[in-house]
């Protein structure tokens, strides 16, 4: 499914999420590769205080950094070229401009969200927001982009932490990851004890968690990541473990509470594109969550416990059920209906749900040489 729709779709989400689970070589229809294509069509550059800064498009890679920290991960060449004009740029100049680019105050996570670009195609100078936005409607950072530049730059520099940016500010990344830890235990505790009794996710839980991108599942990972890279302080290994306690639960009472969520809309529209969009969410919820999961123990990182292992295998067998009725489904019924985004949505999902399969295996993508 992922090989056919992202080579149909051919969209930068779509292809960087081919190259999730394929790797670096995933190849368009035409032979040349996915990852030259999106270095080619994608990249721009701006000036800041008189340094020139490489970076990808918001309206291409949607989340900061995620071009970035997917080709890191992959392994991509440091060499990999992105020309734009008569400028030369490499995935290097990519890794160090994304550093220079980042602004982040831990004592204050939505400090600047009042600034960060907001898909604008032309990307020249960030839109500010409306003045007055309520509290509830920030978070712009810790729900949108973070994750993927915890993972970008724990990846670059490993247990280096620190660095001065583009404007003169300096970033320490070990109290950013506590920080925005801290900030993600607050939002899980709202469904922990429902969770852990086995109950569906509690509407308060759900609420909360969907303002994060994939259920606040790319935070999951992202810290995974951190730990991977040597960033330990303030009990970070401890803390991961423990979240990935609570993953264990949200399999089940996160599919549950999905199931809920759709079944309200059943009599109100076509059973058929019902059981679309619950589809979706599901393969969203458990691509993303084994992703974290298979890499945590690729790495090494956390050694569930036999219960843990018991809910694991029963997610397992929900994964599967859900990507054999996401197969069945008619794509192009989907197209017409729901439009082509809502299919690269699920071709989306089903990156990372190929990527979680893999990384256990030698078709592991991150290791393809």
Not at 286 to 291: I, K, R, T
Not at 330 to 346: A, P, Y
Request: contains cysteine.
């Amino acid at each position: 499914m992922l090989e056919r729709h992202a080579r149909e779709l051919g969209n930068a989400s779509v292809l960087i999420h081919a190259v999730r689970g394929f790797g670096k070589n995933f190849k368009l229809a035409d032979g040349s590769k996915a990852v030259d294509h999106l270095c080619s069509s994608y990249a721009v550059d701006k000036e800041v205080n008189g340094k020139h800064c490489v970076y990808f498009l918001r309206g291409a890679e949607v989340h900061e950094n995620s071009f970035l920290k997917t080709f890191l991960e992959a392994g991509v060449s440091l060499d990999q070229p992105a020309a734009i004009n008569d400028r030369k740029y490499t995935l290097r100049d990519l890794a160090e401009s994304g550093k220079a680019l980042f602004r982040c105050d831990p004592k204050d996570l939505f400090r600047y969200d009042d600034v960060r670009f907001r898909y604008d195609p032309t990307f020249k100078e960030p839109r500010q927001t409306p003045a007055g936005q309520p509290a509830e409607d920030r978070g712009e950072l810790i729900h949108e982009h973070l994750p993927w530049g915890l993972i970008a730059f724990s990846t670059w520099s490993p247990g280096k932490s620190a660095w001065t940016n583009a404007y003169g500010e300096t970033i320490d990344l070990a109290p950013v990851i506590d920080r925005a830890m801290a900030e993600y235990e607050g939002s899980c505790a709202l469904g922990q004890e429902s969770l852990m009794r086995g109950e569906p996710a509690p509407k308060s839980f759900r609420d909360e968690i969907k303002k994060y991108s994939c259920f606040g599942l790319h935070s999951a990972y992202g810290f995974l990541a951190c730990v991977k890279n040597g960033y330990v302080n303030d009990d970070l290994p401890g803390r991961v473990k423990r979240m990935m306690d609570l993953l264990t639960y949200r399999l089940k009472g996160d599919a549950e509470a999905i199931d809920q969520e759709y079944a309200q809309a059943a009599g109100t529209t076509s059973a058929h594109l019902v059981e679309a969009f619950k589809l979706r969410a599901r393969v969203k919820l458990f691509g993303h969550a084994f992703e974290a999961i298979n890499y945590a123990r690729l790495h090494n990182l956390v050694t569930f416990t036999a219960a843990q292992e018991r809910r694991i295998q029963a997610g397992e067998r929900a994964f599967y059920d859900s990507l054999v009725k996401m197969r069945a489904l008619d794509w192009e019924m989907m197209r017409k209906s729901l439009g082509e985004k809502f299919v690269s949505d699920i071709v989306i999902a089903l990156g990372h749900a190929a990527r979680a399969m893999k990384l256990l295996t030698p078709q592991n993508p991150d290791a393809i040489a």
